[in-house]
DNA sequence: ATTCAACACTTTT
DNA sequence: AAAAGTGTTGAAT
């Protein structure tokens, strides 16, 4: 379908994304390893509705998916695997909207929410996260909740940077962030 | 550039 | 119930 690093500048970055809740949601969830412009991806779905996305960097196959079922795991304990390749294609570059659904604890969700909110090409330090949550005095366990984020990209925790212009850090790694930006930033 | 303490929230003991 | 661990920050070195 498309290669690694293959298409970039056909990446739908102004992707619609549709948020429900989780009640939308019930039985199995199906997940798989797919290219995508940023590496193999793991895609975990449930009743059709994207519930994680995670990159392959330096950790293996094994312990990512074992990582994000775990994460995922309040929801149910049912895992099958799938083929996620036109999954992987309708998330990167089709110009579709892409239904999500997440939960976490109270913080989790606000931040998550805010992260949402991050327009394309633009950036947002992790203390300006914390004042939008009214958490301005708890920057560190805002930072915290945004590496927690289970839908990497979509929920763009990328473009969140130390208020010093440096990067910060990454769940997936470094390399992946600073890709992402950079392919942001110049459109 | 590197260290250090303070922040508050979650997770782990 | 207490301690440990954070994708940070600002100040001091």
Not at 15 to 24: A, G
Not at 81 to 99: M, R, V
Request: with cysteine; hydrophobic share 40%.
């Amino acid at each position: 379908m498309f290669g690694v690093n293959d298409n970039l500048n056909d990446l739908n970055f102004n992707k619609k994304i549709v948020v429900l809740p989780t009640d939308q949601r019930s039985g199995p969830i199906y997940f798989g390893w797919s290219a995508s412009p940023f590496g193999q991806c793991l895609i975990l779905l449930q009743s059709d509705i994207l519930v994680g996305l995670a990159f392959k960097h330096n950790r293996t196959k094994h312990q990512i998916e074992t990582e994000m079922k775990n994460q995922l795991s309040a929801n149910t304990t049912h895992f099958k695997s799938l083929n996620t390749d036109k999954k992987a294609y309708n998330i990167f570059f089709n110009h579709i909207p892409i239904n999500i659904s997440f939960d976490g604890n109270q913080l989790q969700s606000k931040v998550w929410k805010v992260l949402l909110a991050i327009p394309l090409g633009e950036t947002a330090t992790y203390s300006h996260i914390a004042n939008k949550t009214k958490n301005s005095q708890a920057v560190r366990a805002v930072a915290t909740a945004i590496g927690q984020n289970p839908i990497a990209w979509l929920i763009p925790c990328h473009r969140v940077i130390r208020k010093s212009g440096s990067l910060g850090g990454y769940r997936w790694g470094l390399e992946i962030k600073r890709n992402m930006l950079s392919n942001e930033t110049k459109i």
